[in-house]
C-alpha cells in the first residue's frame, strides 16, 4: 500500500521544493504541480508533490495518519 504524506513547502525554486513535515525534510519534485509558494501544504507521494492541499484536506490527512501510527503501536 502506498499513502501520500502532506508536506509544508519551505522553499521551492520551480522544479523541487524543500519541504517539511513532522520533523523530517525533504527535498521533492514539483514538476506535478508547478511553482508553488513557501508555505504552501502538498501531497508527497515517491518524492513528488502530486497536488496542493487546503488546510482542511491537510488536517484530515495528518488525523489519519496520527491514528494510523498510534494503531500500529498496539
Request: hydrophobic fraction near 45%.
Amino acid at each position: 500500500m502506498c499513502i501520500g504524506v502532506p508536506m509544508r513547502i519551505i522553499e521551492s525554486d520551480g522544479y523541487t521544493a524543500l519541504c517539511e513535515c513532522r520533523g523530517e525534510r525533504r527535498r521533492v519534485n514539483t514538476m506535478l504541480i508547478g511553482d508553488a509558494p513557501a508555505g504552501a501544504c502538498v501531497l508527497v507521494h515517491i518524492s513528488n508533490a502530486v497536488r496542493l492541499l487546503d488546510e482542511e484536506e491537510e488536517s484530515l490527512i495528518n488525523g489519519a495518519l496520527d491514528e494510523l501510527a498510534a494503531a500500529l503501536k498496539l
